[in-house]
């Protein structure tokens, strides 16, 4: 078999274990989220201080896309706008106890994920899948 087609199925294979791994997330208690939803949720707990504006530029998407699915956040008492005290006009978000209990459920989805992984791959093979996974995301093919 030629390098080009075990590269399109070692990509292929990738991808269908990925899927898996979202299907796992959005099951059991994280079923009635969408990824997107879980990606902002992840992103607000790991910064401190995150805005509207930063989600969208992180993302390279519309302001009001990001908007639109902060509110729904909201409404669903996940997320809440605290306005800055330095700023009055801007309005930072922050997860609520219940979103805090989202993203604990989230992790521990992701742990367990890499609990298998690490059982697979030894230190060293896990080093390089890194490098490798750093390196074809950062070419932005």
Do not use: C, W
Not at 15 to 31: A, E, H, I, P, R
Not at 32 to 47: A, G, S, V
Not at 84 to 92: A, E, L, V
Not at 97 to 122: E, F, N, S, Y
């Amino acid at each position: 078999m030629n390098q080009e087609l075990e590269l399109v199925e070692a990509i292929d294979k990738l991808s269908g274990l990925t899927q898996t791994f979202q299907t796992q997330l959005l099951s059991g208690d994280l079923k009635e989220y969408t990824l997107r939803q879980l990606y902002y949720i992840e992103l607000i707990n790991k910064h401190q201080v995150i805005g509207v504006s930063e989600i969208a530029k992180m993302l390279d998407v519309q302001k009001s896309t990001v908007s639109i699915a902060i509110n729904q956040l909201i409404d669903r008492g996940i997320i809440t706008k605290v306005q800055s005290n330095t700023d009055k006009r801007f309005y930072f978000l922050e997860l609520t106890p219940k979103g805090k209990d989202i993203m604990k459920t989230h992790m521990k989805v992701h742990r367990d994920a890499i609990k298998q992984i690490l059982k697979i791959l030894d230190k060293e093979e896990v080093d390089i899948f890194i490098k490798i996974v750093n390196k074809i995301t950062a070419s932005k093919l």
